[in-house]
């Protein structure tokens, strides 16, 4: 075997960490070196990138984000190669198994014109495995990215939940709770939202419990989403900005936890006071009050209200006092 052979064969078993896998792994890596085996003659090609085609599911929410690896690649160029599989159909063309986000950077690209590849003979759903044990390897796609891939999966027939646990190397359980946050959320908000870096499961899960309890219409949390990430996206661009900029999809999420942790306005409880106007000499003088919490006197000629100030408390006890001789006097009638 040549030296470049042997070279460009070290590229795919790094991929298939070459080093001994924990257990959890041995799938994944199992799935990388058939992927391995299968590439026609273990050759680098240099391929037009508009030749190959991505129809494979989706496994990133944000796959435009690719513009600090364009400038790498252009500054550096591209160290490792993307693997793709043989269009069925159209001779010349190309189906991407992974390296999604290395074609979108070249295709961005103003200065690089082709892709360093490695074509495989693939069936779709070797094709597949291939893709998630890449994922796997980066361990950096978010809780929702994992959580909508899963969904797809089964969705497209891959597998039942347990065999997508097995091959996302987690527990079933965790595939449910994916699913059941994706289910409540909705597929179109989480696609809004984006891969929101840093939120994890439990924040995910109490969005989706609240969002429930809210009863905001999927289509305004729609909207709050994506004015929140549009928002934050034009901060990013302003000229001379100070301070942290917003992630755009952190702060659509945030928004919609302002939105369904909104407390609901304070109803004020009608009121049971009673109130009628107080006459002296035939004219209105005030007004009476009388509510659960006590009694209340208003009295408008101040000349008045200011001697029944000084005379209150004599006043008072007068009226405490035939109050109370009245009250015993009932008592003894009954």
């Known amino acids: 075997m040549s030296d470049g052979k042997k070279k460009r064969m070290a590229m ?39 030749a ?11 796959p435009n984000d690719v513009y600090d690896l364009r ?23 190309y189906l991407l198994v992974y390296g999604r986000r290395r074609l979108e950077a070249i295709r961005q690209s103003q200065s690089v014109d082709k892709i360093r590849a490695l074509v495989a003979s693939m069936e779709d759903h070797d094709a597949v495995r291939a893709q998630i044990s890449e994922n796997m390897a980066r361990r950096d796609l978010t809780f929702i990215e994992k959580a909508l891939f899963a969904k ?29 946050v994706v289910d409540a959320v909705g597929t179109d908000l989480v696609r809004i939202v984006g891969p ?10 109490a969005l ?20 929140a990430y549009s928002a934050a996206e034009k901060a990013l661009v302003v000229e001379g900005a100070d301070g942290v900029m917003p992630n755009p999809s952190v702060a659509a999420f945030q928004a919609l936890e302002r939105a369904v942790n909104r407390p609901a306005p304070r109803v004020k409880p009608p009121s049971t006071d009673h109130v009628r106007s107080l006459k002296l000499d035939g004219r209105k003088t ?49």
């Open 12 to 50: 795919l078993d790094n991929l298939a960490a070459a080093s001994t896998p924990p257990p959890s792994m041995m799938t994944n890596n199992r799935a990388l070196r058939s992927a391995r085996d299968a590439v026609d003659s273990h050759r680098v090609w240099d391929l037009d990138p508009w």
């Open 71 to 93: 400038d790498a690649i252009e500054a550096n160029g591209q160290t490792v190669p993307i693997l793709v599989r043989r269009h069925p159909t159209q001779a010349d063309r």
């Open 52 to 62: 190959i085609e991505d129809t494979r599911i989706a496994d990133r929410l944000d």
């Open 196 to 205: 929101a870096q840093g939120i994890g499961r439990p924040r995910w899960e």
């Open 208 to 227: 989706a419990r609240d969002i429930a309890a809210s009863g905001i219409a999927p289509d305004r949390l729609c909207t709050i989403a994506e004015e």
């Open 286 to 334: 005030g007004t009476i009050r009388r509510s659960d919490k006590g009694l209340r006197i208003d009295i408008q000629d101040e000349a008045f209200a200011g001697w029944l100030d000084d005379q209150l408390e004599d006043v008072l006890h007068q009226l405490h006092s035939r109050w109370s001789t009245g009250k015993e006097e009932n008592q003894e009638q009954n």
């Open 152 to 180: 797809e999966l089964i969705e497209n027939d891959f597998g039942t939940q347990t065999q997508v646990a097995e091959v996302l190397t987690v527990t079933k359980s965790a595939i449910s709770m994916a699913l059941a």
